[in-house]
């Protein structure tokens, strides 16, 4: 019995540090976006001010509206909530009312793919709520599709919640 429970934790712990690796990776790919993003809409507010050869007025009024067409990227938690309002049962509906982040959702490295659902539950694995991880954990698997992926679903506390392949 001791040992099972130590190969439980031994597995427990090597998903938490996957998840870690696999979370790090995708904040410096954002940030990177971020940056080229920012670029191109400075070099052209600078283009045209010189070449039109216009008053300093015009290419400022052209510089404020060009930012606002732009649209608000949605974030990993946002497409899935999105994705279940329109494909998921009315109890994954009623479930993702209570997601508050999605990780690891954008990376797929064909190794093991991990990704992790923060929702405002408590109680962890043994509380009340372990059904409705189970639920956004099936709904995870049908959003994203994986040969080797996990899943993690994680109570407001930060503890394990529900878990699944994707």
């Known amino acids: 019995m ?3 429970g130590g190969l439980f934790g031994f597995l ?3 998903v938490v540090i996957i998840g870690v690796v696999a979370g790090g990776d995708s ?3 954002s940030t990177a976006s971020d ?4 670029s191109p809409s400075n070099a052209p507010d600078a283009k045209p001010a010189k070449e039109a050869g216009t008053e300093p ?3 400022a009024k052209e510089a404020t509206e060009e930012p606002v067409p732009k649209q608000k990227e949605l974030t990993q938690a946002d497409e899935f909530k999105a994705f279940i309002a329109e494909h998921g049962t009315p109890a994954e509906k009623a479930a993702a009312k209570h997601i508050l982040k999605v990780q690891g959702a ?3 490295n064909g190794i093991l793919d991990a990704a992790d659902v923060y929702t405002d539950y408590a109680g962890g694995l043994m509380g009340p709520h372990q059904g409705d991880g189970k639920l956004l954990a099936s709904a995870f698997a049908d959003w994203k599709d994986s040969d080797n992926g996990l899943v993690t679903v994680y109570d407001k506390d930060g503890e394990l919640l529900s878990n699944g392949n994707y």
């Open 12 to 14: 427990f712990l090597l």
């Open 57 to 59: 007025d015009a290419p």
């Open 106 to 108: 954008d990376s797929d």
């Open 35 to 38: 940056t080229v993003a920012a």
């Open 2 to 4: 001791a040992i099972i």
């Open 27 to 29: 904040d410096p790919g």
